[in-house]
């Protein structure tokens, strides 16, 4: 509005109504403001830029904007340690909680289980250890019509948004389903502090490295046990895609290697005789034929 010259008067309370940030503040203040011929009031400063600066008021703006913007740091350090504190206390410190779990009623800092959705993270990991790839868990729960995370939340009232949602109702995916089975949340350990911004100024979220994550063990109460959650994750490392139109995984999946090159063993069925053969051959050889088939 100020450039299409709609506004060419600005009136704040102070100076740090404006802004906290010294260099863009004394950027308005000295250089945006009276090239577009604007007048600009700070009422609890006795500031009038119409009135006309005097060497004394340059100085004591910038120095007031300085103050501001170190104040501004100042808060923004006390935040931070004061969360690390409470992190490394083990409480949770998130705006919203995992899919399972809710926060204490007595105790916004604990997480306790959600009956109903840890009960659909019970079933996740049952149909896991029942050899169901991450996409045919996915689809079952769709079929059953269980509300994905984020529509769950929204029946509680939550609102959250989802810059991935490309339906109008958000459905579960192969990708929140690997979310929730590598999630050690589950197992009642609680990691916060992955991510976070480089200071006050800039918003942008960087990772942080893993030796710097804190990591709380039974802080809470498990959803599942440590056997089971250990099996899975073997099973995630392994090569477990399904095969076209097929549900469960074959036996061998992800456990036959080739001897020579270290590739995974594909199965290959060949009819003959009117009856069906299964091999397994070696996927690298499958694809480049740089080794054999070791059939």
């Not at 004394?56 to 808060?75: G, H, M, P, Q, S």
């Not at 800092?109 to 079933?123: E, I, M, Q, S």
């Not at 350990?189 to 030796?211: A, C, W």
Request: aromatic letters at 8%.
């Amino acid at each position: 509005d100020i450039r299409q010259g709609k506004v060419d008067c600005v009136v704040v309370k102070d100076l740090s109504r404006f802004g906290r940030n010294y260099i863009e503040s004394g950027r308005y203040i000295e250089k945006i403001f009276p090239m577009l011929g604007v007048r600009f009031i700070a009422v609890n400063d006795g500031y009038d830029s119409l009135a006309g600066k005097s060497q004394t008021d340059e100085i004591v703006i910038r120095f007031k904007n300085l103050i501001n913007d170190a104040y501004c740091r100042d808060i923004s350090i006390k935040i931070r340690s004061h969360l690390e504190v409470k992190r490394k206390n083990g409480e949770y410190t998130g705006a919203f909680t995992p899919y399972g779990y809710k926060k204490d009623e007595n105790d916004r800092n604990r997480l306790v289980p959600d009956l109903y959705a840890a009960g659909v993270v019970k079933d996740i990991f049952r149909m896991k250890l029942h050899g169901m790839s991450q996409t045919a868990i996915a689809e079952s729960l769709n079929r059953q019509g269980v509300l994905s995370p984020m529509e769950y939340k929204h029946s509680l009232g939550i609102r959250i948004q989802d810059n991935f949602k490309t339906h109008g109702q958000a459905e579960w995916s192969s990708m929140s389903i690997r979310r929730i089975l590598e999630n050690e949340v589950y197992v009642g350990t609680l990691i916060q502090g992955r991510h976070s911004t480089p200071n006050h100024k800039i918003k942008k979220i960087v990772d942080k490295p893993k030796e710097e994550w804190i990591r709380i063990e039974d802080s809470h109460e498990p959803v599942i046990s440590k056997r089971e959650f250990d099996i899975v994750q073997r099973l995630l490392g392994m090569d477990t895609r399904t095969s076209p139109n097929e549900d469960g995984v074959y036996v061998l999946s992800g456990l036959a290697v080739c001897a020579d090159c270290g590739a995974p063993m594909i199965k290959r069925n060949v009819p003959a005789g009117g009856k069906v053969y299964s091999y397994y051959i070696c996927s690298n050889n499958a694809a480049t034929k740089e080794c054999g088939t070791h059939r």
